[in-house]
């Protein structure tokens, strides 16, 4: 089985930044795609940003594109993602997701391997 802890959320105000990280623990050797995901009480869990495990076109939803970026440290299967010019909708719970597929999956469904969650917060 595959553990994934994830970390960095916190309480910023509008227009600052945050960094999140992730660790996919699994089999040595493992290569993973690996993504985030967000939700709000009551919607549904969005993609925000993934990349393969060559780290190459990564893909960002619109409402991070400019904003976000997301790296990879590819011997760990570690995935970071830089969040800069926060907004107040940008407030949820970031999910860090990771499973083995040839390409990046917005998807929730596509992705078996989860960590519990960390929350960001963006004042106004």
């Known amino acids: 089985q595959v553990h994934v802890v994830e970390s960095g959320g916190g309480l910023v105000q509008a227009g600052g930044s945050l960094r999140l990280s992730c660790a996919a623990s699994g089999p040595t050797g493992s290569k993973y795609t690996m993504a985030w995901f967000r939700q709000v009480p009551g919607k549904e869990r969005d993609f925000v940003a993934g990349?393969?495990?060559?780290?190459?076109?990564?893909n960002y939803a619109d409402a991070a594109k400019g904003r976000f970026t997301i790296s990879r440290e590819h011997a760990q299967n570690t995935v970071y993602l830089q969040m800069n010019n926060l907004r107040p909708e940008d407030t949820a719970v970031y999910y860090c997701a990771a499973d083995s597929m040839t390409g990046i999956a917005p998807y929730p469904w596509s992705y078996d391997y989860w960590g519990q969650g960390t929350q960001v917060t963006v004042s106004s």
């Open positions: 990349a393969t495990w060559s780290g190459e076109s990564p």
